[in-house]
């Protein structure tokens, strides 16, 4: 409902580097997939670019190669709803395992899905890409810290293969920082927890 003006519009949910970057790059990516070949190189940008030694075209991330079938404007669009759509309803799942409350939950994901940051860079579309990823790893992370079993573990490193092909340097930092946050909480916290039992 948030993005209804600009799709009723048809303007493009990536301005600026969106639909001069990253939107090309994807589009070779679709149209590659299309014709049963390896999405290896964009020769529409500039004198050609690479597309699986690059990151941000994110060629092997699953949500982008089952969008191929689409025409790339519309898998584009497809693209970045479904990602800010997926954001809300995870970070929602996330803060109900930390044990908070529904309305709490609702609105953490409300406000991190429809929040500042993202509606101010719709173009940065790795990014955005990559964002449901982030509490999709945490969910993970929290369910092998409470119990560390091969599953889990499967499990985390899924959510951190997807996190990675997504497209994103800067959401595979952040990652790695809500791990390196929350392995430090756990580590220091720990003691204290088991006084207090």
């Not at 993005?3 to 990516?29: I, Q, S």
């Not at 991330?61 to 969008?67: D, E, K």
Request: hydrophobic share 55%; aromatic share 10%; with cysteine.
């Amino acid at each position: 409902i948030a993005y209804a003006p600009a799709l009723f519009e048809e303007r493009l949910l990536g301005p600026g580097d969106g639909g001069a970057l990253h939107f090309p790059d994807k589009a070779a990516v679709w149209s590659a997939y299309r014709q049963g070949v390896l999405p290896a190189w964009n020769p529409q940008v500039l004198l050609g670019t690479p597309l699986l030694a690059a990151y941000h075209p994110g060629a092997f991330f699953p949500p982008v190669a089952a969008l191929c079938l689409l025409p790339p404007f519309v898998a584009f669009q497809a693209l970045v709803l479904l990602s800010l759509a997926a954001t809300g309803p995870l970070l929602y799942a996330y803060v109900r395992q930390l044990g908070a409350g529904g309305v709490g939950a609702y609105f953490a994901g409300l406000s991190f899905a429809l929040g500042p940051y993202f509606v101010a860079h719709l173009g940065e579309t790795p990014t955005l890409v990559a964002a449901p990823m982030l509490p999709l790893l945490l969910i993970a992370l929290e369910a092998f810290l409470r119990r560390a079993t091969a599953p889990r573990s499967m499990g985390l490193a899924g959510a951190v293969a997807l996190l990675i092909l997504s497209g994103s340097p800067e959401a595979v930092r952040a990652g790695a920082a809500l791990i390196a946050g929350r392995l430090l909480v756990v580590r220091v916290c720990k003691p204290f927890l088991w006084r207090l039992e």
